[in-house]
T-cell receptor, first 111, second 115 residues
Framework: QKEVEQNSGPLSVPEGAIASLNCTYS??????FFWYRQYSGKSPELIMS????GDKEDGRFTAQLNKASQYVSLLIRDSQPSDSATYLC???????????FGKGTKLSVKP | EPEVTQTPSHQVTQMGQEVILRCVPI?????FYWYRQILGQKVEFLVS????????KSEIFDDQFSVERPDGSNFTLKIRSTKLEDSAMYFC?????????????FGSGTQLSVL
């Protein structure tokens, strides 16, 4: 059974700070990793995808992947109150469209 | 940006009744999916659909569930005899291509409440 684990939080950071969100996964052969943002009662929205070890930056967001440690993280720089949401880590489950999601980390950015 | 649309946004039904949840995927997309999220729980994969056939389904997608593309634009999820535990947010998603790196576009969801 493939699993994706996240700390449910809540993670509270002040406005302007760096928020660090972490995720571990159980299947060593997983190859594609995604971070989704989900506002309360809304659908998941893709923020970042990462497939290779190392860092990938997109604006204020940086995804980090370490396949040896089976660990994915998301850094949000200059956090804004509008970043307050639940962040879902997802791993490609090995068959078409089958994403395995973590339970999500709730982020709260305080003004 | 093109989007996946779902109707209705909320559906209330009595246990044992049939429900049909409707989705209009992005027009040039070929791969369609249903996911569900029980309140406070993980988003869970239900089924993938391509070329008028189910490609993959999870253990959740039992005989009570079916999917259909009745015409060139709609994609539906039918629950034949709803149970209390079917209460969840149901998300439709679509993608243009197949493959592990392909982006899934999610609809805004249908909140199903089974009483």
């Amino acid at each position: 059974q493939k699993e994706v684990e996240q700390n449910s939080g809540p993670l509270s950071v002040p406005e302007g700070a760096i928020a660090s969100l972490n995720c571990t996964y159980s299947d060593r052969v997983s190859q594609s990793f995604f971070w989704y943002r989900q506002y309360s009662g809304k659908s998941p929205e893709l923020i970042m995808s990462i497939y290779s070890n190392g860092d990938k930056e997109d604006g204020r967001f940086t995804a980090q992947l370490n396949k040896a440690s089976q660990y994915v993280s998301l850094l949000i720089r200059d956090s804004q109150p509008s970043d307050s949401a639940t962040y879902l880590c997802a791993v490609y489950g090995g068959s078409q469209g089958n994403l395995i999601f973590g339970k999500g980390t709730k982020l709260s950015v305080k003004p | 940006e093109p989007e996946v649309t779902q109707t209705p946004s909320h559906q209330v039904t009595q246990m044992g009744q049939e429900v049909i949840l409707r989705c209009v995927p992005i027009s040039n997309h070929l791969y369609f999916y249903w996911y569900r999220q029980i309140l406070g729980q993980k988003v869970e994969f239900l089924v993938s659909f391509y070329n008028n056939e189910i490609s993959e389904k999870s253990e959740i997608f039992d005989d009570q569930f079916s999917v259909e593309r009745p015409d060139g634009s709609n994609f539906t999820l039918k629950i034949r005899s709803t149970k209390l535990e079917d209460s969840a947010m149901y998300f439709c998603a679509s993608s243009a291509q197949e493959g592990p790196n392909e982006k899934l576009f999610f609809g805004s969801g249908t909140q199903l409440s089974v009483l």
